[in-house]
């Protein structure tokens, strides 16, 4: 089979960068290129290998990943980010598929963290699965970072405490995941960033730190219960303390939790204003389009 065929951007897209048809290249978007047939939303990107990533969601919403224009994984089933590395699962015809890439720093002005959100988003938009129940959502959880830990391990020659987060959505246990322990920390830097689901309005998310031992029992080192605020699309990004993180211990934890794309809630928060205003001359004639589009 020949490769450029299967690729919606064969060789053109491997000579270089194509953008995605906005200024914030790897963003969630209809293609304005014409690789890319406008009824398919795509991201792409460069890596620190200098290949070009292309995840793309098709008709009747499915995602297929490409590498320098070869289609390599067919069917994406997981994708997820461990520090700057992303992590796209799925299948080819009949075998499995790993791709493991690290989005590079700056590329069309976007960070890393920020092409691997947009990836996510995208990923977000496939088809529900058959168990999903109704008005149900995903939920894209960034476990970014903690500080101000208490050191688990305070003997003389034991080192620091080695921390990770676990996470789920309370009451649904095969939720949870766990993020990769850091060694000898008490402020670990873990960007991990995964897609939890179903979350249903109410639900709440709960971040839980331990200390990693591996000749006894983790050690609890603080805990957090998120309650995201009501709306169509709700959404946190800050800097939250820990309970329960020891006497005297001032610790804090990191996250970022989104629903829908940031298409979904700029268009909701557009809708809202429009709601507010008194006047409809209130609101600028680009605000205006977007919401009549």
């Given at each position: 089979?020949?490769?450029?065929?299967?690729?919606?951007?064969?060789?053109?897209?491997?000579?270089?960068?194509?953008?995605a048809?906005t200024?914030?290249?790897?963003?969630?978007?209809?293609?304005?290129?014409?690789?890319?047939?406008?009824?398919?939303?795509?991201?792409?990107?460069?890596?620190e290998?200098?290949?070009?990533?292309?995840?793309?969601?098709?008709?009747p919403?499915?995602?297929?990943?490409?590498?320098n224009?070869?289609?390599?994984?067919?069917?994406?089933?997981?994708?997820?980010?461990?520090g700057?590395?992303?992590?796209?699962e799925?299948?080819?015809?009949?075998?499995?598929?790993?791709?493991?890439?690290?989005?590079?720093?700056?590329?069309?002005?976007?960070s890393?963290?920020?092409?691997?959100?947009?990836?996510?988003?995208?990923?977000?938009?496939?088809?529900?699965?058959?168990?999903?129940?109704k008005?149900?959502?995903?939920?894209?959880?960034?476990?970014?970072?903690?500080?101000?830990?208490?050191?688990?391990?305070?003997?003389?020659?034991?080192?620091?405490?080695?921390?990770?987060?676990?996470?789920?959505?309370?009451?649904?246990?095969?939720?949870?995941?766990?993020?990769?322990?850091?060694?000898?920390?008490?402020?670990?830097v873990?960007?991990?960033?995964?897609?939890?689901?179903?979350?249903?309005?109410?639900?709440?998310?709960?971040?839980?730190?331990?200390?990693?031992?591996?000749?006894?029992?983790?050690?609890?080192l603080?805990?957090?219960?998120?309650?995201?605020?009501?709306?169509?699309?709700?959404?946190?990004?800050?800097?939250?303390?820990?309970?329960?993180a020891?006497?005297?211990?001032q610790?804090?934890?990191?996250?970022?939790?989104?629903?829908?794309?940031?298409?979904?809630?700029?268009?909701?928060?557009?809708?809202?204003?429009?709601?507010?205003?008194?006047?409809?001359?209130?609101?600028?004639?680009?605000?205006?389009?977007?919401?009549?589009?």
């Amino acid at each position: 089979r020949n490769p450029d065929r299967a690729s919606p951007g064969g060789r053109a897209a491997s000579r270089g960068w194509v953008g995605a048809g906005t200024s914030a290249g790897a963003t969630c978007t209809k293609a304005m290129s014409p690789v890319v047939p406008p009824s398919k939303i795509s991201v792409r990107f460069r890596d620190e290998e200098s290949r070009l990533i292309l995840l793309e969601l098709i008709p009747p919403g499915f995602v297929q990943c490409y590498v320098n224009g070869r289609h390599k994984v067919n069917m994406v089933n997981n994708i997820w980010a461990d520090g700057r590395t992303l992590h796209i699962e799925g299948k080819r015809l009949l075998t499995s598929s790993c791709i493991a890439t690290v989005p590079r720093e700056g590329c069309d002005g976007m960070s890393a963290n920020e092409v691997i959100l947009a990836v996510m988003e995208l990923f977000g938009r496939r088809l529900p699965a058959p168990d999903m129940p109704k008005g149900a959502m995903r939920l894209v959880v960034w476990v970014a970072s903690a500080r101000g830990l208490r050191d688990a391990d305070g003997l003389p020659g034991q080192g620091s405490s080695d921390p990770y987060c676990a996470c789920e959505i309370r009451g649904k246990a095969h939720t949870r995941f766990s993020t990769k322990f850091i060694k000898n920390t008490l402020n670990p830097v873990w960007d991990h960033v995964t897609e939890v689901s179903p979350w249903v309005p109410g639900d709440r998310v709960t971040f839980t730190v331990w200390d990693k031992d591996w000749c006894s029992k983790d050690d609890f080192l603080g805990r957090y219960e998120l309650s995201l605020p009501k709306g169509l699309f709700p959404k946190f990004e800050g800097e939250v303390p820990l309970d329960e993180a020891g006497k005297g211990i001032q610790a804090f934890l990191k996250v970022c939790v989104l629903t829908g794309t940031r298409e979904d809630r700029e268009r909701w928060r557009l809708k809202s204003d429009l709601r507010r205003a008194t006047l409809p001359d209130q609101l600028d004639e680009e605000r205006l389009q977007a919401m009549l589009e």
